[in-house]
Each structure stands twice: as structure tokens, then as C-alpha cells.
């Protein structure tokens, strides 16, 4: 299982695509908290970044002027202010996580007169959610670990090394009041709704992963003293076959099968015993376990997860 060389990178939202020895290729996402992924492009920009190499080609054309104005003049944007950059009604920076997993053309790509406003956000936002949970695999920044945990299960292959979780960033040490907070996630505001989607459903793949792991385990346990006591039981029947007269028949020697019965009750009792530890230890594991899928929160997470659940066997 190899890794393409192929990456396709954006700020904040980084989009890779696998390849693997049969040449078919999977699609996964890494989502940020729209807040810091907006301040940090912001940052970004502030050092001279721009994306004049992005056609933003959609439906076969690239936006016209007139569609995409620029925010700026120049060869770039650098020593923006934070005012200056919310002020632009036009900084792709403003919703750019759902922007950048929907279709585009459902809405007429950059055309902001195909349908109204209102219209127009809800088509985006419900198709990045359903592109986000059809993909292979996403993750989110914040939880760095859960999202190792779950690239390893999902593409069955593990890292050299854990990953890190950095809560210092270039975006945390921006201050800004609670007025300015509140005006960036009202810029954001389908990145905010996408973001809690996500990570509802992120924390639902996880918690699956979890308890098929510990099932696995569990079930891989009895197996094995199955496997023990067939083995004991054999051993010990032969060695009592070896000890008995072959001449003298096994009934006419009562204490000869009294021993193998409390052999027999014993090996049952300590099974017994064991399973039943077992299982408690397994609902100390998974208190929050639901019984079926009627039981889920709502009829969206069901789904969510069920199709994360028979996609899983379908890649591995």
C-alpha cells in the first residue's frame, strides 16, 4: 500500500488524494475551527501570500472579473489589517471549508445572480456536508490524535510516530475581542455550521472505530481459551486413558469418572467465570454504547454513520 505522489493542498482545508497499487484513488479532508482557519489565513496573507496561480475554473471557465472582483491592488495583500480583510465582500476567505467541498456548479459557480442568497448557501452547505461524509476518510485539526486513530483503521497502515497536537499557532496568538469573534464566525457562518457537523460525525466514527476494536479484541480472547480448554481437555483424557487398564472397562470405575466430571465442572465454572468478567469489563468500555440504530440521536447521524460503517468494510 503506497502513498501517490500527489498532494493538493489549501489553507486551512487540505484536500489529499491516495493511490494505492490498484490504482484507485481516494478522496480526504482535514477541517479546522472556521475561527482560527480564518485568522490564520489572514496571517498568511499578511506575509505576502496570494493565490494568482488559482484559476478557479469551474464549469469548464475560470470566474470573470466582474464574478470574482479582487480585494486588493498590487502584486499582493501584505500588512493587511484584520479590519481591511473582513471588510471585502469578496475574500474567498469567507466561507472557504464549504466552499471548497461543494459543487460549484450546482449554484452557477461564481455567478451570484443564478439564484438568491438564501438559496444559494443552503445548496452549498448540504452538498459539502454530503461530498465531506462520502469521502474516505476526514479529519479534523483539533483532534490530532483521533484522526491518526482513525486514517490508521480506516486505510489499515500506521504512522512511524503519533501526531502532535499544537495549540499554539500563529492564529491563537492573535488577539482579538468578543465583537470581532462574533463578526468572523458571521463570515463564516456555513464554515461554522459545517465545522459542527463535522465534528459530530467525526466524534460518531471514532467512538464506532472504538467499540469494533474492543468487540475484535474480546472476541479474539474467547477464541483463544476455547482453543486452551480443547487443548487441556485433550491432554488430560489421554494422559487418564494412558493411567487406566486397558482391560477394565471406564464404567466399572466409578472414581475414574467421578475425577473427569469434577475436571469437566471445573474447566465450565472457570469459562463461565471469565465471561462474565469479561463482559463486565467490556460495559465499563463502552457505557455510552447504543443498543441499535433506532437509538441514535437523530436520523442524520444514523445515516452518516451507517454508510461510514459499510464503506469501512468495502476499502479494507
Known sequence: MHLADSTYI?????????????RNFYYITILRDPVSRYLSEWRHVQRGATWKASLHVCDGRPPTSEELPSCYTGDDWSGCPLKEFMDCPY???NNRQVRMLSDLTLV???NLSVMPEKQRNKVLLESAKSNLKHMAFFGLTEFQRKTQYLFEKTFNMNFISPFTQYNTTRASSVEINEEIQKRIEGLNFLDMELYSYAKDLFLQ???FMRQKEHQEARQKRQEQRKFLKGRFLQT??????QSQ???QNPSQNPNLNAKQNVTQNLIQNLTQNSSQKENRESRKQNPGQEQSDGSARDGSARNGTSDYIGSVEKWR
Not at 489549501?10 to 490498484?22: D, K, M, P, Q, R
Open 10 to 22: 489549501t489553507h486551512g482545508t487540505e484536500c489529499w488524494s491516495l493511490c494505492f497499487a490498484h
Open 108 to 110: 452557477g459557480c461564481y
Open 236 to 241: 488430560h483424557f489421554q494422559s487418564q486413558g
Open 91 to 93: 475574500n474567498l476567505a
Open 245 to 247: 487398564n486397558p482391560s
Open 205 to 207: 466514527r471514532y467512538q
